[in-house]
Nanobody, 116 residues
Framework: QVQLVESGGGLVQAGGSLRLSCAAS????????MGWFRQAPGKQRELVAT???????NYADSVKGRFTISRANAKNTVYLQMNSLKPEDTAIYYC??????????WGQGTQVTGSS
């Protein structure tokens, strides 16, 4: 059974930093990519950043230069370092693991709040 456990969310003042972690267990298949998505109140879930098994990176334009995604393949863990946080970064952040050949798995979400 696949489980994704996220941690690191919280409340931070504008300009501050947070680091999210997502540890995946029960992984017995090939992973295409791991990443982070977010959903703000009243809005659709959107991509924040993804990283492939080979290290390929993809960022939303809104977080480029401020957020950094990284991955520990041996631990099936993905991280999101968030710097220069803004109030508009406030959302529930979800970890996603995308297998190569079937539908992705999602974490339960962690709240990130950037206060002005």
């Amino acid at each position: 059974q696949v489980q994704l456990v996220e941690s690191g969310g919280g409340l931070v003042q504008a300009g501050g930093s947070l680091r999210l972690s997502c540890a995946a267990s029960g992984i017995t298949f090939r992973i295409d990519d791991m990443g982070w998505f977010r959903q703000a109140p009243g809005k659709q879930r959107e991509l924040v950043a993804t990283i492939t098994s080979g290290g390929g990176l993809n960022y939303a334009d809104s977080v480029k230069g401020r957020f950094t995604i990284s991955r520990a393949n041996a631990k099936n863990t993905v991280y999101l370092q968030m710097n220069s946080l803004k109030p508009e970064d406030t959302a529930i952040y979800y970890c996603r693991v995308k297998p190569t050949i079937w539908s992705p798995y999602w974490g339960q979400g962690t709240q990130v709040t950037g206060s002005s």
